[in-house]
């Protein structure tokens, strides 16, 4: 492994654990047995290093999704996929919740780039869910929409420590917006009669 990959990963590992506000460039220079000097070389400043931890972290994420999904054969088998993944990420010893969530909470309004890496990582979350579906299936906008909230939900629930034993309530959850029916006459008698 070359340098800069293994500052990678042990930024990474840091800003998961700790968070990004909370780890300081001389931390990461001591866990990774480096110069400062070196560090700067690489990557210039702390935000370019969080910059690039998230870009691989997306890339890795975005390989191993789409490596289960399309092994799957189905909307419910792809759906199944992606849950089964997430379910095994939250049973990891290093999960600590999304690191781009956490991205967002600590830089929006304060560094564009990384918050939009953190916005545009969710965005290929939900395209990711909207490929889920098979082409012309009704209402599946909206079915992406709950379905990425309901995703979403699940990781805050890990992150607490909620998950565990709640797997197949989950999936029958997930499956159940899967079928549900979203067109605007349903709603709108679903609204009358909550009234």
């Known amino acids: 492994m070359n340098k800069k990959e293994h500052i990678l ?3 990474e590992a840091l800003f998961n654990k700790f968070g990004y ?4 460039v001389d931390l990461i220079r001591d866990k990774a047995e480096v ?4 560090m700067y070389r690489h990557f210039g400043s702390k935000n370019k290093l969080i910059e690039r931890v ?3 972290r997306h890339q890795r994420f975005e390989e191993e999704l789409n490596a289960v999904v399309s092994a799957a054969a189905g909307h419910e088998n792809r759906l ?3 849950l089964d993944w997430h379910f095994a990420w939250f049973r990891a010893v290093n999960f600590k919740g999304c690191m781009f969530m956490h991205a967002l909470a600590e830089f929006k309004g304060q560094d564009d780039v990384i ?5 545009q990582h969710k965005a290929w979350l939900k395209s990711l869910l909207f490929s889920v579906f098979e082409p012309g ?4 906008e909206a079915k992406t929409e709950v379905i990425m909230t309901f995703l979403e939900g699940m990781i805050i629930r890990a992150e607490f420590g909620e998950v565990a034993g709640y797997e197949d309530i989950y999936r029958i959850g997930a499956k159940a917006l899967a079928l549900a029916d979203f067109s605007v006459s349903k709603l709108g008698a679903v609204a009358k009669t909550a009234t």
């Open 9 to 11: 990963d042990v930024a």
């Open 115 to 119: 918050a939009q890496q953190a916005l």
């Open 137 to 140: 299936q009704k209402d599946v």
């Open 80 to 82: 199944d996929a992606i």
């Open 35 to 38: 110069s400062k000097t070196s």
């Open 21 to 24: 506000t909370a780890v300081g």
């Open 54 to 56: 998230l870009m691989r």
